[in-house]
């Protein structure tokens, strides 16, 4: 049974970073492919990353490649998301989740959502 918890977030001046946390207490995430999404207040929920069950594959949004990085340690039965020079629209609440089939990048193809980690940054 997969039972995600995110961590990490937190507030965040203009140009800093965080490091999120996804770990399954069910110690199954080692097989599944995983994915990161963000929903700010007032919008949809949209893809931010997602990377394979090996973490040789990683796929980001257009918008976030080059500063958001996912990263995964199955040993550890986690997955991370590295996000480097954070922008006042990067503040949203963060999910990870199972990818179970589908387009890796709509949030219907997942499952097992998280109760996500606010992050705020700060202008």
């Known amino acids: 049974q997969v039972q995600l918890a995110e961590s990490g977030g937190g507030l965040v001046q203009h140009g800093g970073s965080l490091r999120l946390s996804c770990q399954d207490s069910g110690r199954t995430l080692s097989t599944y492919t995983m994915g990161w999404f963000r929903q700010a207040l007032g919008k949809e929920r949209e893809y931010v990353a997602s990377?394979?069950?090996?973490?040789?594959?990683?796929h980001y949004a257009d918008s976030l490649k080059g500063r958001f990085t996912i990263s995964r340690a199955n040993a550890k039965n986690t997955v991370y998301l590295q996000m480097n020079s954070l922008q006042p629209e990067d503040t949203a609440r963060y999910y990870c989740?199972?990818?179970?089939?589908?387009?890796?990048?709509?949030?219907?193809?997942?499952?097992?959502w998280g109760q996500g980690t606010q992050v705020t940054v700060s202008s």
């Open positions: 990377i394979s069950w090996s973490g040789d594959y990683r």
């Open positions: 989740a199972v990818l179970v089939g589908g387009n890796r990048v709509e949030r219907a193809s997942y499952d097992y």
